[in-house]
Nanobody, 125 residues
Framework: QVQLVESGGGLVQAGGSLRLSCVTS????????MGWFRQAPGKEREFVAA????????YYADSVKGRFTVSRDNAKNTVYLQMNSLKPEDTAVYSC??????????????????WGQGTQVTVSS
């Protein structure tokens, strides 16, 4: 089972930047498309961005295109999310997970339950 530890969140003013990291355990990391998801208070968890196992293809939610960049370093078992031009509506807990495309959207891999603690991102206006 994959274990995940997210970090890098914090409090930032609108227009600022943050870089999130997600360190995974287990050799199976290389097998997965990895994605970032976020959940704001009172809202459903939503897809943010994903990157294929090789790091050659990326996918983004429309709300973050042009502002966020996802990357990965397979040698370090780590996936990153560079967030620029942050907006108050980006405020959420951000988590990473193995990801797949299903039913017209990107979702956590079927059967995945080992969520990390996530990292809080708060953007003030």
């Amino acid at each position: 089972q994959v274990q995940l530890v997210e970090s890098g969140g914090g409090l930032v003013q609108a227009g600022g930047s943050l870089r999130l990291s997600c360190v995974t355990s287990g050799r199976t990391f290389l097998m997965y498309t990895m994605g970032w998801f976020r959940q704001a208070p009172g809202k459903e968890r939503e897809f943010v961005a994903a990157i294929n196992w090789r790091g050659s293809i990326t996918y983004y939610a429309d709300s973050v295109k042009g502002r966020f960049t996802v990357s990965r370093d397979n040698a370090k078992n780590t996936v990153y999310l560079q967030m620029n031009s942050l907006k108050p509506e980006d405020t959420a807990v951000y988590s990473c997970a193995p990801t797949s495309y299903s039913g017209g959207s990107y979702k956590p891999q079927a059967g995945f339950t080992s969520w990390g603690q996530g990292t809080q991102v708060t953007v003030s206006s």
